[in-house]
């Protein structure tokens, strides 16, 4: 006579046929995109990576994580010792114990789950999202009773009971893969870790360096799903819409057409084929759901997504920094934008016009290349001649030209020489660093001067780099090594820091007490690149009491001008800039410090009455002791 325990034992080797079926089915969609590096070995990484490498990710909401453990952890016991007690037919009576025991720890996260869900936040998606807590708690119930029947028909209709509970939660994890259910993040997920496209980012690197495109092979971004690699197409499927990315856009939050959860899953949309309609979370701002279709190989702009979706990007990274599941937003939205850029140059606003100057002056702005050292001119700074030597190489970048920085530049020179640094700079022969035209998807065009400021600078005998630009800080540490240019560079708030810790600025006595002052973080030297605490050991080695905003360090908020945000300027509710003047207003701190040219150029274009804002070097040089 068939008993309960054959029907479980049925009814796993039903599940696993269904979940291998649906896997085969979902890797089909993977496989539409181009090649990218492959071995299986990758999957002997996993358990490390979600264990040890994963760890700092979901500490950041501990609550959060016990639910996920107890939940998944649960599922993934019971599951195993299902399949080896009813999948092996072992029907060993200790072995159901141990079944009912991390049952009843799956019910206990399901049921924290649930009431999660109740008071769900706008970020959560709902639809088939707000049905897995019930999914979770059947599966995990009827599973539990079960087991203290030890699958017997002795209580026949409460055994019963129990099993279509079961048969509901398998049914939503055998199906979650093939059918695009939220269970699929399950698998997805797993492979996801074992298969990033970006593999450092588990050597303990921050890995934040855009890739190079090879343009003569005729690689120019990506104009349809298809032209994603099958690992990026596979990592939109580990998305699990909890819209973390979603509540820490700027972009979102300023009303402009980008929700970088949307995004996500518009991306599986045009993998698998059909509408938009069935997006279950918050629209982009403006464009309600419904209206747009993809497939495999339909152009991506235009009907999948609209093209200011993706130009209102700053590439600040705060959706790649929050996300749980590692999936890499930034790199999909700028191999988009290069396509667009290289293949049609439909750049948006002064975009086109930024990367015309770039094209034709080497200068976003259009100046002539001689005069960008014309506020240096007084200073007796000098430049940087074949042949000659120095330690450090200032490297001003584009904020040269603007009579505010220049300021800033002015006061970083006097801070180098009261503490007796021997530097010099690069003149008239210094050309823009690329980073707008990168991030504007004018790969070509970042090409053309990574490769001729790397063969400029191969030229000059110095030891280190100097610069207050995060963007050319970034561009030069870590993305001109893929073409050849490795050199030491440092941040100017790095440098004073250090300066500092050597006793070589010696400081006024102070006379009156320094007001408080907030800090903002530049989106490339912090979540860029790691660098929070060497502002901050500066304004409080001058005396200068940090007030933290809410949105602070690795979780700051954009400037707004990221990305060439601030040439392509695609109109929102409000404005990124005014948001995060708000943020600082709200610390109480009478002023705020900088430490990017383009933050200081943002926060001080906010109208209205506001905190001052003061760079770095401007607040050191005024504390030196003449
Ligand atoms: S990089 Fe910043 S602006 Fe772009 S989608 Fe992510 S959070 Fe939004
Ligand atoms: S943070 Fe990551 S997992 Fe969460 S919704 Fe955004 S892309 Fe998906």
Partial sequence: MVSFAHILTGLFWLTMVVLALGLAKRSAYWRQGQEAAFSWVSLLTV??????????????????ARVHVATAGGAVAVLGLVALNYGLMLYQTWLDYVILFFALVMLAGSIAVWQRRRNAPSRLSKGAWSRLPVSLIAFSLGTAVLMITHATASVYVIAALAMVGVLLGAIE?????GAGGPMKHAIAGLLHLAFHPRQDRFDGKRSTDLKPLNLEKGEFGVAKPSDITWNRLLSFDACVQCGKCEANCPAFAAGQPLNPKKLIQDMVVGMVGGSDASFAGSPYPGKPVGQHSGAPDQP??????????????????????????LIEHVDTIVNIRRNITLTTGDVPNKGAEALENLRTTDTVGGYPVEVRYNWSIDLDVP??????????????????????????????????????????????????????ARRLGDEAGFQRLAKENIALLKNLKF??????????????????????GEFE?????????????????????????????????????????????????????????????????MKARC???GG???????????????????????????????????????????????????????????????
């Fill in 564 to 626: 060439g945000s601030a040439f392509t300027d695609i109109p929102g509710e409000a404005r990124i800039s005014d948001m995060r003047m708000q943020d600082v207003k709200s610390t109480g701190a009478a002023k705020v410090a900088v430490a990017c040219p383009n933050c200081t150029a943002m926060l001080e274009g906010v109208v209205g009455d506001r905190p001052d804002v003061v760079e770095l070097a401007e607040l050191v040089a005024e504390r030196l002791a003449d």
């Fill in 47 to 64: 358990p490390k990576r979600y264990f040890v490498d994963l760890h700092h990710v979901v500490a950041r909401e501990p609550y959060i």
């Fill in 383 to 436: 430049v940087l001649q074949p042949g000659q030597q120095t330690d450090w190489l200032l490297v001003a970048g584009e904020g040269a030209f603007d009579m505010r920085y220049q300021r800033a530049l002015r006061a970083l020179v006097k801070v180098l020489k009261h503490a007796g640094v021997q530097f010099a700079v690069l003149g008239s022969a210094e050309k823009d660093c690329g980073d707008l």
């Fill in 463 to 484: 030891k280190r780099i100097v610069t207050p630009d995060p963007h050319v800080f970034h561009c030069l540490k870590n993305e001109y090594p893929a073409f050849g």
């Fill in 559 to 561: 400037c707004g001008w």
């Fill in 300 to 325: 991506i702009i235009g009907q999948l997504v609209d093209a200011d979706t993706i130009w209102s990007c700053t590439t600040c990274r705060a959706c790649v920094q929050e996300c749980p599941m």
């Fill in 173 to 177: 994890f055998a199906r979650g893969i």
């Fill in 489 to 553: 560079v440092h941040h100017h708030s790095q440098v004073i820091q250090s300066l500092m810790k050597d006793d070589r600025l010696r400081l006024k006595a102070s006379a009156t007490a320094m007001p408080d002052f907030t800090y903002h973080d530049p989106c490339y030297l912090g979540r860029y690149n790691g660098e929070t605490d060497a502002p901050r050991n500066v304004l409080k080695g001058i005396g200068i009491k940090v007030v933290e905003m809410e949105r602070s360090g």
